[in-house]
């Protein structure tokens, strides 16, 4: 099964792709540069940073040759040379390697490059939910090649999107509902949300582009057998039961199910992952653990990743990137009604 991302690469996506070492196995741009976000414009979406994400089978070769090409899109670590970039984007953070505040084709443009094979660990297992979060959203996917394992990887993460965000959920809701709770899943825990980031993001990226999710997602739903999906009416029913629930906790990527029963289970009593699993099906609260587990995830990664892009970044770009970053979050604020305004 094809991933059914947005195939319009558009005219300017690919020049920008042709300025790169073409050995890339995935890669596709997101973000309000992208996609329209509420309350902003086209002439602001021109204005907006384009973000990009490169997977490469073979990262010391890409950065060597890209070294070559672009050196100047690097911080002063290309001194240390292509090996030991490759060992940072490794070995740090979530597995990416950033480039940002990057001159292209009258644009600028941040872009991440990873593994493929650390891509599909994080897609299969939420490793660090870095990048897979990125991909619960709609994305302008530019390269997909003939990958089977990365294919598969790719639709598995929209599937644990998916149920995560059902253990979530009340029984009964609405198609936004359930988008906007697959948006959220990769700001849980995020440091940056509560410094640096708007806090209506998630809003802002669902309002509109509820086509887009749809397109993502309508064909995981109809063939899911834990949810009625009544997609003329909008609305959803999912199976709360125990029963239900075990089932959705069972299909779980493996690092999230690990983190929920470490936040269960007692140290020293080391029961059975099943077992765990089985009494949090049952807990009122079993909605609420999911979400902590997740949380944990995406803080830990947001946290080691943004150090290290201090130093992909360089000093003057990362206080460049983040003052805009906390002009967007004042805008943002402003933006919202008073409560005086709102009674």
């Not at 997977?55 to 030991?84: C, E, F």
């Not at 700001?187 to 940056?192: E, I, K, L, T």
């Not at 959705?248 to 080391?270: C, F």
């Not at 029961?271 to 009122?284: G, M, N, S, T």
Request: charged letters at 20%; one cysteine or more; glycine letters at 6%.
């Amino acid at each position: 099964m094809t991933l059914p991302a947005l195939h319009n690469t558009g005219v300017l996506y690919r020049r920008i792709l042709s300025q790169f070492p073409q050995d890339i196995s995935l890669a596709f741009a997101y973000g309000s540069g992208v996609f329209k976000q509420h309350g902003t414009n086209q002439g602001q979406m021109d204005k907006n940073m384009l973000d990009f994400v490169f997977a490469v089978d073979d990262p010391v070769t890409w950065h060597t040759m890209n070294l070559l090409q672009n050196r100047k899109h690097y911080s002063i670590l290309k001194l240390l040379g292509p090996t030991m970039i490759s060992s940072i984007q490794n070995e740090h953070g979530a597995s990416v390697y950033y480039n940002t505040l990057v001159p292209v084709e009258e644009r600028i443009i941040k872009y991440g490059v990873i593994s493929t094979d650390s891509l599909i660990d994080d897609l299969m297992h939420w490793k660090t939910m870095y990048v897979a979060g990125r991909l619960h959203k709609p994305v302008k996917m530019m390269v997909q090649n003939e990958n089977g394992k990365l294919r598969a990887a790719l639709v598995a993460n929209l599937k644990s999107a998916v149920i995560a965000s059902f253990l979530m959920l009340p029984e009964s809701f609405t198609e936004e509902d359930l988008f906007l709770q697959i948006a959220g899943l990769s700001y849980a825990g995020d440091f940056r949300m509560v410094i640096g980031e708007d806090k209506s993001k998630v809003t802002n990226i669902v309002k509109d582009n509820i086509q887009h999710f749809r397109i993502l997602y309508s064909n995981i739903l109809r063939d899911c057998p834990q949810v009625v999906y009544k997609p003329q009416q909008g609305k959803l029913e999912v199976d709360k039961s125990p029963e239900g629930q075990f089932i959705q906790l069972m299909a779980l990527p493996r690092t999230l199910q690990q983190r929920i029963t470490k936040l269960v289970d007692p140290p020293g009593k080391n029961r059975d992952v099943e077992e765990i699993l089985l009494q949090i099906a049952q807990d009122p609260d079993c909605g609420a653990v999911v979400q902590q587990g997740i949380s944990s995830i995406v803080k830990y990664s947001s946290i080691t990743q943004s150090i290290k892009g201090i130093a992909t970044a360089g000093m003057w770009k990362t206080v460049s990137y983040s003052s805009k970053k906390l002009m967007k979050m004042w805008k943002g604020w402003r933006r919202k009604p008073s409560v005086s305004q709102m009674s």
